[in-house]
C-alpha cells in the first residue's frame, strides 16, 4: 500500500544509491589501477606512451558522479521515508477512527503510544537501513561477480560467496534471532513503566497495605528482564558485526591469494591485481551500509508485527451526511449484556422522549444507568432492540454525525494540558473569543476565568489541574454547550460537589440544554426532582 503511494521515490532513492555506491568503489577500483599502471610503466620506460587522459577522465567522471548520486540519495531516501512514516500515522490514525467505542476501550492508552511513537519510528529501518542496503549491497555483489568473470570463475565464485554468504546471510540470520530477545525487551521496558508510574502515584496507599516493598521488587525485576534482553540483542549484534567484518576480509584474502595465482600465471598484471583487490574491498563497503539494518532485523519484525493490525481498513463505516438527525429519542425493548455468558445489565427498556424533556435515569448502582447512557452515544452496541433518534435508526448514523447529535458529560472531567482556549476548542475548532466566553457565561464560569492574568490563554495542568472540582465541571459543560447537541447526556455530572455547588452547577447545566432532549443519570433525589419524568432502572436478573 505505502510502496503504491510513493513508489517514485522508492525507486529514484534506490538507484541513486546504487549509482553512488558503484561509482564509489569503481572510483576506488579505477584509481588504484591507474597508479600502480603508471608505477609498472614508468618502471619499464614506457611513461612517454603511457595514456594519462582517459583514467585521468575516468576518475573525474566518477568522482563528480559519486558525490552527485551519494547527496541526491540521501534526499531521495530520507524523502520517501518521511512520507512512508507521515502516510503510515495517518492510517494508523485513520484506522482507529473507524473503530467503534467497544474496540477503542480495549486498546490501552500507552500501548498504542508506543505503537505510534517507538514502533513506527522504528519502521523507517525498512526502506533506509534494510531495503536499500540490502538491494544495493546484492546489486554490487551480482556485479563484482560479473566482472570477475572475465578474469577467473574461481576468482568471481569464492568472493561472491563469502560477501553474499557469510557477509548478508550469516548476520541476517542473527539480526532475526534477536526478535525473541527484543520481545522481552518490550515487555521488560513495558511493565518497568507501569510499575514505576504506580510507584509513583500510589506511594501511600501502597505503604498503608504493605506493599511498598513487594511493588519495588516488581520494579527490580522488570528491570533485571529488560537488561537481559537487552545484553541478549547486544550480544547478537556482536556476533553479526564481527560476521561481517570476517566476510570482508576473508573475501580481501582470498581474492589476494587467487589473485596472485592468476599473477604468476601471467592471466592478469600487478596493475589489474591492484584493480581486483580494490573492487573487492569497495563490496565491503555495501556490507558496512547493510550492518545496522541486518541488526536491527528483529526488532524492526516485531514492530511490524505490531503496527500491522493498525493498518488494516476497519469496518465499514455509514458515510456523513452532513445533516444532524433531529427529532424525538426512542428506545425500543433494548437490552445489553457485557459477554454472551454474563446476565443482561438492561432489559427491555422502551421510552419515547422528545425534544424539552428532561428525563433522570434513577436506580441502585449496577443497574445500567451509565450503560444505557453508553448505548444512546454510541459507545455499546445493544444485545436486543433499538435506538432510534427521529425515526433513525442509531447504528446507520455517521460518527461525526452522532457527536453533533449527542452530547455527553460524564462523572469524570476529561481536560487537557492546554490552555482553557484549547480545550474548549475541541468543540469548536473555528470558534473564535467572544463565542469562548459566551459558553463560559452561560457555564457560569466567566467571572472564574476574567480573574485570571491570562484569561482563556491561561494554561491547565494535567486533568484540569488549576482549577477547583466545580470549575472543571463548568468548562466541560462550556465545551458542551460549544457542541450544542440535540441530545444532553448527563453522568451524574455533580458526582464529587458539595450540595451547594452541585445544586449551581446542574442549575447551569439544565440552562443550557433548554430545548433539548436530557437525560440525567442521578442518585441525588433533589436532583431527580428537577426532571420531568422518571425512568427507574433495576437490576436485571
Not at 57 to 83: P, Q
Not at 107 to 117: K, N, S
Not at 400 to 411: A, E, I, N, S, Y
Not at 490 to 506: H, I, K, N, S
Request: net charge positive; hydrophobic share 50%; aromatic share 6%.
Amino acid at each position: 500500500m505505502f510502496w503504491r503511494k510513493d513508489r517514485l521515490w522508492f525507486l529514484i532513492g534506490l538507484a541513486l544509491a546504487i549509482v553512488s555506491l558503484v561509482a564509489g568503489i569503481g572510483l576506488l577500483a579505477l584509481a588504484g589501477w591507474f597508479i600502480a599502471a603508471t608505477a609498472l610503466a614508468g618502471a619499464a620506460g614506457l611513461g612517454l606512451a603511457f595514456n594519462f587522459f582517459s583514467p585521468s577522465a575516468g576518475i573525474r567522471f566518477l568522482a563528480i558522479l559519486r558525490t552527485a548520486g551519494r547527496y541526491g540519495e540521501r534526499l531521495a531516501t530520507h524523502e520517501a521515508t518521511l512520507r512512508f512514516l507521515a502516510n503510515l500515522r495517518v492510517t494508523v490514525f485513520a484506522n482507529l477512527l473507524s473503530r467503534d467505542f467497544a474496540q477503542l476501550a480495549q486498546i490501552r492508552g500507552g500501548d498504542f503510544l508506543q505503537r505510534l511513537t517507538g514502533d513506527i519510528d522504528l519502521l523507517d529501518a525498512l526502506y533506509l537501513r534494510l531495503a536499500v542496503p540490502l538491494l544495493t549491497a546484492l546489486t554490487v555483489i551480482v556485479a563484482l561477480v560479473g566482472l570477475l568473470l572475465i578474469f577467473d570463475p574461481w576468482l568471481a565464485l569464492g568472493g561472491g560467496a563469502l560477501l553474499g554468504l557469510a557477509g548478508i546471510l550469516l548476520p541476517a540470520l542473527q539480526g532475526y534471532a534477536t526478535r525473541r530477545a527484543a520481545r522481552r525487551l518490550n515487555a521488560g521496558e513495558r511493565a518497568l513503566r507501569l510499575r514505576t508510574v504506580d510507584l509513583s502515584r500510589g506511594q501511600v496507599e501502597l505503604a498503608m497495605a504493605g506493599r511498598l516493598a513487594a511493588q519495588r521488587d516488581g520494579i527490580a525485576k522488570a528491570h533485571a528482564m529488560a537488561e537481559s534482553a537487552a545484553l541478549d540483542i547486544s550480544r547478537r549484534e556482536s556476533l553479526a558485526g564481527a560476521s561481517l567484518f570476517v566476510a570482508g576480509q576473508s573475501a580481501l584474502a582470498f581474492a589476494l591469494w587467487r589473485g596472485a595465482v592468476l599473477l604468476r600465471d601471467g592471466v592478469i598484471d600487478g596493475a589489474l591485481l591492484a584493480m581486483i583487490l580494490l573492487l573487492v574491498l569497495g563490496a565491503t563497503e555495501a556490507l558496512g551500509l547493510l550492518r545496522r539494518g541486518l541488526l536491527e532485523l528483529g526488532r524492526t519484525i516485531l514492530a511490524a508485527r505490531r503496527v500491522g493490525p493498525y493498518t488494516k481498513e476497519g469496518d465499514q463505516q455509514p458515510v456523513s451526511s452532513g445533516l444532524v438527525p433531529e427529532g424525538p429519542l426512542r428506545l425500543e425493548g433494548l437490552a445489553f449484556r457485557y459477554a454472551p455468558d454474563r446476565r443482561p445489565v438492561l432489559e427491555g427498556i422502551t421510552a419515547d422522549i422528545n425534544p424539552g424533556e428532561i428525563v433522570a435515569l434513577v436506580g441502585p448502582s449496577g443497574s445500567g444507568k451509565s450503560t444505557l447512557l453508553g448505548l444512546v452515544a454510541g459507545m455499546h452496541a445493544p444485545s436486543a432492540g433499538h435506538i432510534l433518534i427521529g425515526g433513525q435508526p442509531l447504528d446507520s448514523i455517521a460518527q461525526p454525525d452522532l457527536r453533533r447529535t449527542v452530547g455527553l458529560l460524564g462523572q469524570r472531567t476529561e481536560l487537557f494540558r492546554d490552555s482553557i482556549a484549547g480545550n474548549l476548542r475541541l468543540a469548536s475548532p473555528d470558534a473564535d473569543d467572544a463565542v469562548l466566553w459566551d459558553a463560559l457565561r452561560r457555564a457560569g464560569l466567566e467571572p472564574a476565568v476574567r480573574r485570571l492574568p491570562l484569561g482563556l490563554e491561561t494554561v491547565l495542568g494535567d486533568e484540569g489541574s488549576g482549577l477547583s472540582g466545580g470549575e472543571r465541571r463548568r468548562l466541560a459543560l462550556a465545551r458542551l454547550i460549544l457542541t450544542d447537541p440535540a441530545i444532553w447526556l448527563l453522568d451524574e455530572p455533580t458526582e464529587g460537589l458539595d450540595r451547594p455547588m452541585a445544586a449551581a452547577v446542574l442549575d447551569d447545566i439544565l440552562a443550557a440544554a433548554a430545548g433539548r432532549i436530557v437525560l440525567l443519570a442521578t442518585h441525588r433525589p433533589e436532583e431527580a426532582a428537577k426532571a420531568g419524568r422518571l425512568l427507574r432502572l433495576d437490576m436485571a436478573s
